[in-house]
């Protein structure tokens, strides 16, 4: 599958506790996005990559949200001390080129539960 | 701010009736996608409306994008169990930097 891979699928933590996720861009596109989705609302933009800058930021994006594209392929989103208000559908997704034209494609998701 | 509303946010009906579910913003867009999402999985793309007044068919969904580029609408005939789902429209801010989504429409259709 050359689709959006994202990784853990599932992720239960405890309050406080620190968590990263993963994901695997289509290869060859320049640009990763990471949006949340909570029950009943639709995505909502998080970041975005162009390569491996970082070039907007959404004011939901707390600092306890670091996320990063080190080389321009993979990135990971860690959230640190984690907040039941987190428990959300974090998802990725990738497109070449910017918007517009270029059609976004997403992954399946990484849900996160926070107890 | 660009807002997308969607209407009905929820649609409960029996297979083979139609329906039509809204996107509606005070802004314009230089194009609007439609997405589906099933539980558990991410979004996916079904169709982009570019042109005001296009109307654009994928097997039994007719899409059609305002005149004004502030709407667009959604049609299915004749739903089927397979059609149940998360049903999203997006809209590229100005920049063309990120996707501004709506909150969707639920659909579930019955057998």
Sequence with gaps: ?115 | TQLLEQSPQFLSIQEGENLTVYCNSSSVFSSLQWYRQEPGEGPVLLVTVVTGGEVKKLKRLTFQFGDARKDSSLHITAAQPGDTGLYLCAGFNGGYNKLIFGAGTRLAVHP
Excluded at chain 1, 1 to 23: A, E, L, M
Excluded at chain 1, 69 to 88: N, V
Aim: neutral net charge; contains cysteine; glycine residues 10%.
């Design chain 1, 1 to 115: 599958d050359t689709g959006v891979s994202q990784d853990p699928r599932h992720k239960i933590t405890k309050r406080g506790q620190n968590v990263t996720f993963r994901c695997d861009p289509i290869s060859e596109h320049n640009r990763l996005y990471w949006y949340r989705q909570t029950l009943g609302q639709g995505p909502e933009f998080l970041t975005y990559f162009q390569n491996e800058a970082q070039l907007e930021k959404s004011r939901l994006l707390s600092d306890r949200f670091s996320a990063e594209r080190p080389k321009g392929s993979f990135s990971t989103l860690e959230i640190q001390r984690t907040e039941q208000g987190d428990s959300a559908m974090y998802l990725c997704a990738s497109s070449h080129g910017q918007g517009g034209g270029n059609t976004i494609y997403f992954g399946e998701g990484s849900w996160l539960t926070v107890v």
